[in-house]
């Protein structure tokens, strides 16, 4: 029940595309949903993260949608760049515990110019 | 204003070698985390902190043991390293669940 599931495990997108990846969880107490992007050789970063009261949330070319309904969220990349070429990760935390984030496995993404 | 400092960068060990990690904060932070990141794992918590003098274990525990004896510093132990825990190891730090972690750049453990 603290698994985060995250989908695909890699993905090509060619310039301009939209790229879209999937997290779903189980766990009903999980109430911040953030997204992290890794470049090679460096720690994950704070892309962008919702919480379960808004449907969506946009910020530049990044979108979370959020269901929770069916206890599932995706980030969608539009206009994608080469320059987002890396590892997102998706998480999920209940903000009334210990502030223990778990994490998807990630995503690979490569943008082909 | 250095964020989150990790020390080594990499670091090569023999089986059944000791070591430990450092993590060094400068942000004031309470809460902070140790992940290992494996192909295909994403991050998986070792232990973790709310506070100085405090620990917890996280999801993959074994092997390692950690301390917090200053607030600005936490320390990852191997006792008796074993090539499973060949790895990249990230310390996290976080002021609240609402305000993300802030990641260091990792350490590289080959155990040989």
């Known amino acids: 029940q603290q698994q985060v599931k995250q989908s695909p495990q890699s993905l090509i997108v060619q310039k301009g595309g939209i790229s879209i990846i999937n997290c779903a969880y189980e766990?009903?107490?999980?109430?911040?949903f953030p997204w992290y992007q890794q470049f090679p050789g460096k720690g994950p970063a704070l892309l962008i993260a919702i919480r379960p009261d808004v449907s969506e949330k946009k910020e530049g070319r990044f979108t979370i949608s959020f269901n929770k309904s069916a206890k599932q969220f995706s980030l969608h990349i539009m206009d994608s760049q080469p320059g987002d070429s890396a590892t997102y990760f998706c998480a999920a935390v209940s903000t009334s515990g210990t502030y223990k984030y778990i994490f998807g496995t990630g995503t690979r993404l490569k943008v082909l110019a | 204003n250095a964020g989150v400092t990790q020390t080594p960068k990499f670091r090569v060990l023999k089986t059944g070698q000791s070591m430990t990690l450092l993590c060094a904060q400068d942000?004031?932070?309470?809460?902070m985390y140790w992940y290992r990141q494996d192909p295909g794992m994403g991050l998986r918590l070792i232990h973790y902190?709310?506070?100085?003098?405090?620990?917890a274990k996280g999801e993959v525990p074994d092997g390692y043991n950690v301390s917090r004896l200053k607030k600005q510093n936490f320390l990852l132990g191997l006792e008796s390293a074993a090539p499973s825990q060949t790895s990249v190891y990230f310390c996290?730090?976080?002021?609240?669940?609402?305000?993300?972690?802030?990641f260091g750049s990792g350490t590289r453990l080959t155990v040989v």
């Open positions: 996290a730090t976080s002021q609240g669940a609402l305000y993300g972690y802030t």
């Open positions: 766990n009903t107490a999980f109430d911040y």
């Open positions: 942000m004031n932070h309470e809460y």
């Open positions: 902190s709310v506070g100085e003098g405090t620990t």
